[in-house]
């Protein structure tokens, strides 16, 4: 069974950093494309970013420059190193597995930034 466990979210001023990482098990991740979402106070969940299987990158524009996604596939974690923080990157942070269009999310951790 495939489980997804974020953790590294909490409170933090603006400017600050954060870094989340999402352990995974129950499967072989080396071959899955990850990813972080977000989803702010009564707003729809977003991409953030995303890392496939070959480590090819993307981001939304708006954390392009502030955020980076990695993974180490020997630990079957992704990560999500958050610097200059704003308060509208306040959301809860979900960390997203795909393979053959078949997507895993973890339960979510929250992002807080304060101005």
């Known amino acids: 069974q495939v489980q997804l466990v974020e953790s590294g979210g909490g409170l933090v001023q603006a400017g600050g950093s954060l870094r989340l990482s999402c352990a995974a098990s129950g499967s072989i991740f080396s071959l899955y494309n990850r990813g972080w979402y977000r989803q702010p106070p009564g707003k729809q969940r977003e991409l953030v970013a995303t890392?496939?299987?070959?480590?090819?990158?993307r981001y939304v524009d708006s954390v392009r420059g502030r955020f980076t996604i990695s993974r180490d596939n020997a630990k079957n974690t992704v990560y999500l190193q958050m610097n200059s923080l704003k308060p509208e990157d306040t959301a809860v942070y979900y960390c997203?597995?795909?393979?053959?269009?078949?997507?895993?999310w973890g339960q979510g951790t929250q992002v807080t930034v304060s101005s």
């Open positions: 890392i496939t299987s070959g480590g090819i990158t």
């Open positions: 997203n597995a795909e393979r053959n269009g078949i997507p895993y």
